[in-house]
């Protein structure tokens, strides 16, 4: 059996990654979704280990220099994300096909370091983009005006990646989606993938 690949999923803010994500693990019970690790505050109602992996700045780095993160980035606001390799180990050891979603950098990087990954650009037009944002009302008005901007730019570089989903239709895209996953799980000879109805 070919190694157990590792999807990875990526697009700019506001594609709907995350929609399709959960709809891919729902039809295909052997995906499960790393748990990404952060910086920044636990929120009310937010589980350490569920929603992320939540580590002081001093543990994220000590992390970083010990070689425990596969990806890892900064942000503007001085919060860092990043998967931990023990997440993909766990996944793996437990017999599941890991899911991971990054932001496009983070994406790149495990493109480059996983030869079993498989890349999946999500992309919507700039407009929708913008529509989503702001419905979700989850940032002001000028991060809302930068995240389009770099969506933008995101969007120049899909041809970076093995696919592309464009997610103008949510049924539409999913079905792309996980027709996607199903071809690439049985060319890796990965058994029990049986989409779900």
Known sequence: MASRPVFVVTGPSGAGKGTLIRELVARIPVLEVAVS???RPQRPGEVDGTEYWFLTDEEFERRVHAGEFLEHVAYVSCRRYGTLRSQLD???GDGHV???????????????????SVTVFIAADVSELERRLRERATES???IDERIELARRQLERAHLFRYMVRNDDLERAGAVLAAIVERELELAGVPGTMVRP
């Open 37 to 39: 690790a952060t910086t």
């Open 90 to 92: 766990r996944i793996l």
């Open 98 to 116: 890991c899911v991971l979603e990054l932001e496009l950098e983070g994406a790149l990087a495990v493109q480059r370091e996983v030869p079993a």
């Open 141 to 143: 008005t000028g991060e």
